[in-house]
């Protein structure tokens, strides 16, 4: 019998401690015969956060992992890095998976399409016409082109940095169409006809606790899309359920995310039921 398989696998960011995507790639991994090491690299570990990417990714290419993940505060600033860009991850101007191709790095965004998979699952039929996105980096970039795709009529972008949320409304309209997409300031007046809100900041991570924005903006006719899986209960989406709002937490979109992540490390097609029942049993027993 063949020896199984090896790869080196790991997830570049900040605050990655208690992230399940280990767990939910190498479980995965076993059931199609291979043998996946996967491991952090938490910047949290030194003083120089995100300056330390460049070193991180030349000693990726240098001991041969096959991939990486990239999680925030790396998915725009480890673009220069790169050897190469998928159409997707080009366009979105984020990478959320690098695949080693023969030593070259190619960047890959599996993000919008994980969001996608996980929001047609939850909310079927929600009302897409009006729809707030609260921020403008790496993940809320793959989400705003994955919520345009899925038929949002008009997206409104908010940002404490208020360039970025104009770079990006900018950018969606030259690809989609004008009218699409418009950087707000005032979230309180975006969200006064919405219909929905989608958060794509990290504020409700275990690192940065709290609220994206102020509960009393949460209606009854708003669904509210969560990104953030650690905890799966955020406080934001404990605010919306008890002002009767839809929800969908932020778990559908790290499994999707990871789902398409396993195929381009791996070649092989997961199974995204079984690695969604994986990562809730792990989120269960973590609470």
Known sequence: MAAPRKLLLGLIGSGIQRSLTPAMQEAEARHHGLRVHYQLIDLDATASGVSELPMLIAA????G???LNIT???KQAVLPLLDELSEEAAAM?????VVNRAGRLVGHNTDGWGWSWG?????????????VLLGAGGAGSAVAHAALRL???RLQIVDTDPAKAAGLAQALEA?????????ASDVAAALADATGLIHATPTGMDKLPGLPLPDGLLQPRLWVSEVVYFPIETALLKAARARGCATVDGGTMAVGQAVGAFELFTGCAPDAPRMEAHLR?????AR
Not at 60 to 63: D, G
Not at 119 to 131: H, I, K, Q, T, Y
Not at 175 to 183: E, H, W
Request: glycine content about 16%; charged content about 20%.
């Open 93 to 97: 101007g984020a990478v959320n998976t």
């Open 65 to 67: 992992f096959a991939g």
């Open 119 to 131: 929001f047609r699952r939850a909310l079927p039929g929600a009302d897409l016409s009006r729809v």
């Open 60 to 63: 990726a290419r240098i001991m």
């Open 281 to 285: 049993s792990m989120l269960a027993a």
């Open 72 to 74: 925030y505060p790396c």
């Open 151 to 153: 038929g949002a009529g």
């Open 175 to 183: 690809r989609y169409g004008a009218g699409r997409a418009r950087a």
